[in-house]
């Protein structure tokens, strides 16, 4: 589960309380129980004061952030879209407008040292295979490291796979992702586990109505590098009726969809919302495991609104390393802006078992 950082003052409420009770037991004389009296009223403030904190830090809940690294355009690619995050590194993928062009970036997340990496499939620092590159994850084969992309095309590179060494990498392949003997265009993809025979993914459906998206569950060979994956539902996620910091957010089904990500600890599935300066977080509960509609958690959503880049504030996907929450995201201070795209972690962002 997530840890709010308020916790602390539950427990200052929950002794409190059992003050309040230690109180009640006491027998005495009338100045001990104006004494008492005294107590209580004392613990009844002291409570409503913890209660307002608490709910002013719920109201705060995950509202700043750290940035990383700001992210270049290579190849005249400045849309920021799908992202991953293994141990020690990120990777942002961006495209170029009519997304004939796509680059990807690695960042080390502990200095914000950004590299552009090298195709070695045609020795250039591009690809013209990833689509709208719109989300990315990482995964370790037999010892050698991957990058699985969903692209939002139909077809045999619906979803695509990379291997990657250092700052250079190569396509294995692609998948057509099929629903009901339909071909499938994905934009969100993220693993959820891992056996000698399989990796087990999520995939967030790109079609469908915005209050109501669902979210699919596919197993694709481990050792595979091409080939025809029939995924099943899994579940719908509702966007419309979320709370977020506790709250109704009006036209929420507006805003748009990005990646996904996903926390395996807590199985939580994550899914960025933008619209204009606006980002939201949305959290669902039991992602591996989730069937229905499912609605998210109203004490683990939360928004980002910024008045450095009112003009656009867009996180396009989100992935949990080491604790950290870190988020790529499109940053416009105005409508020419495409100086400020970047790497972050939202500051305070911690995981408990």
């Keep these: 589960m997530l840890v709010p950082l308020f916790m602390n003052q539950y427990k200052e409420m929950i002794l409190v309380m059992q003050y309040q009770s230690r109180c009640k037991r006491y027998e005495g004389g009338e100045n001990s129980m104006k004494t008492i009296k005294s107590i209580r009223k004392f613990a009844v403030l002291l409570l409503c004061s913890v209660t307002l904190l608490s709910m002013t830090a719920a109201a705060l809940y995950y509202n700043t952030y750290t940035t990383v690294a700001t992210i270049p355009n290579g190849n005249s690619c400045n849309r920021t879209q799908g992202f991953a995050v293994g141990s020690d590194y990120s990777y942002t993928a961006k495209c170029n407008d009519d997304e004939s062009v796509q680059v990807i970036y690695r960042t080390k997340l502990s200095d914000g040292s950004t590299t552009l990496m090298t195709n070695a499939d045609n020795a250039s620092t591009y690809t013209t ?42 396509q294995l392949g692609g998948f057509d992702l099929r629903y009901n003997d339909s071909d499938l265009a994905i934009s969100g993809v993220k693993k959820y586990a891992k056996d000698a025979n399989y990796i ?36 719908q996620i509702n966007i419309a009726d979320a709370l977020v910091n506790g709250q109704t957010v009006s036209g929420l089904n507006d805003f748009s969809r990005q990646g996904i990500g996903y926390i395996a600890s807590s199985d ?33 959503s939360f928004r980002i609104t910024s008045t450095t880049y009112p003009s656009l504030f867009e996180i396009e996907g989100c992935d949990e390393t080491n604790g950290k929450l870190y988020f790529n ?3 416009k201070a105005n409508s020419s802006d495409i100086l400020h795209d970047a790497v972050c972690y939202f500051n305070g962002f911690t995981i408990g078992s």
């Design 329 to 331: 995201c499109n940053r």
């Design 129 to 170: 295979h990833l689509g709208h590159a719109n989300d990315m994850d990482t995964c370790t084969i037999d010892e050698s490291y991957h990058l699985f992309v969903a692209t939002m095309k139909t077809g045999s590179e619906s979803l695509v796979k990379l291997q990657y060494s250092g700052t250079t990498y190569t």
């Design 268 to 300: 939580q599935l994550l899914v960025p919302l933008t619209k204009q300066n606006v980002s939201i977080i949305l959290a669902y509960n039991n992602a591996s495991t989730a069937t229905g509609t499912v609605t998210a958690d109203p004490n683990l």
């Design 200 to 235: 087990y993914f999520l995939f967030f459906g790109y079609e469908g109505a915005d209050n109501d998206v669902t979210v699919y569950r596919g197993m694709v060979p481990l050792t595979a590098n091409s080939g025809t994956i029939n995924v099943s539902y899994a579940f």
